[in-house]
């Protein structure tokens, strides 16, 4: 068994996770994983668990938050999960 680097939970069906920089963590739920490794929203510091948006190598949760900090590239973001086709 190995434990939980978040919660220290010493449980048999833990994970690792192996980052692009080669760090290996160990997590017993998907939502330890996400509180130790999701990034940050850079306008409204929510946790972002889904896509995101990259602008110039920053983080936001979505478009709406991008646009707010890079007005700079405004009118080339995009927020386009959920979209609906033309």
């Given at each position: 068994?190995?434990?939980?680097?978040?919660?220290?939970?010493?449980?048999?069906?833990?994970?690792?996770?192996?980052?692009?920089?080669?760090?290996?963590?160990?997590?017993?739920?998907?939502?330890?994983?996400?509180?130790?490794?999701?990034?940050?929203c850079e306008?409204?510091?929510?946790?972002?668990?889904?896509?995101?948006?990259?602008?110039?190598?920053?983080?936001?949760?979505?478009?709406?938050?991008?646009?707010?900090?890079?007005?700079?590239?405004?009118?080339?973001?995009?927020?386009?999960?959920?979209?609906?086709?033309?």
């Amino acid at each position: 068994m190995a434990t939980c680097e978040v919660c220290g939970n010493d449980y048999w069906l833990t994970f690792e996770v192996r980052t692009v920089s080669g760090d290996v963590h160990t997590f017993d739920s998907f939502e330890c994983a996400a509180h130790k490794l999701a990034p940050i929203c850079e306008h409204c510091q929510v946790k972002i668990i889904g896509h995101g948006v990259e602008v110039s190598g920053r983080f936001f949760c979505c478009g709406h938050c991008a646009r707010a900090v890079e007005a700079e590239h405004g009118a080339q973001i995009r927020d386009t999960v959920g979209a609906r086709p033309a």
